[in-house]
């Protein structure tokens, strides 16, 4: 092997090792939560949202052709929230503006992924999947009052 090859090889090397470690710094040091698929859940109909405890809600969401028919959904500051993603239809796409929520709604699979709010606003929802001809029309908000 020359020498300008061996050069690639470990810089290609040492690139990886340094994209390894950043992940397992930002998973570990800063708690970044991947968002996953989770199989041991049936994929449910009905959109929902409930408190599980103090500042500690569900969101339960069914992404369909071409809406997110969520009920009105407002928070309190600093609220922690476990969204639950499905498809009745097509593959759609959730993301949560100003959040690292960006999912994918596959039909008979479902979602998840933790947020915490801790700002008040407005936090638009949109389709990041082309899913038919309506799909600009894919868009909800998440309300967060202090």
């Given at each position: 092997?020359?020498?300008?090859?061996?050069t690639v090889v470990a810089v290609g090397i040492g690139t990886m090792v340094v994209f390894f470690a950043l992940v397992l710094l930002l998973a570990t040091g800063f708690?970044?939560?991947?968002?996953?698929?989770?199989t041991e859940v049936k994929p449910f109909e009905r959109d929902t949202v409930f408190q599980v405890a103090e500042k500690r809600y569900?969101?339960?969401?069914?992404?369909?052709?071409?809406?997110?028919?969520?009920?009105?959904?407002?928070?309190?500051?600093?609220?922690?929230?476990?969204?639950y993603l499905t498809s009745a239809d097509v593959i759609h796409g959730f993301h949560i503006?100003?959040?690292?929520?960006?999912?994918?709604?596959?039909?008979?699979?479902?979602?998840?992924?933790q947020v915490r709010f801790h700002e008040?606003?407005?936090?638009?929802?949109?389709?990041?999947?082309?899913?038919?001809?309506g799909h600009q029309q894919m868009l909800g908000v998440i309300r967060v009052v202090q």
């Open positions: 092997m020359e020498r300008s090859e061996r708690r970044v939560d991947v968002p996953g698929c989770i569900e969101l339960h969401v069914v992404a369909r052709m071409w809406a997110y028919q969520m009920p009105a959904v407002e928070f309190p500051a600093g609220s922690t929230v476990d969204i503006d100003r959040t690292n929520v960006n999912l994918m709604a596959v039909p008979g699979t479902v979602a998840y992924a008040a606003g407005e936090y638009p929802i949109v389709c990041h999947e082309y899913c038919g001809i």
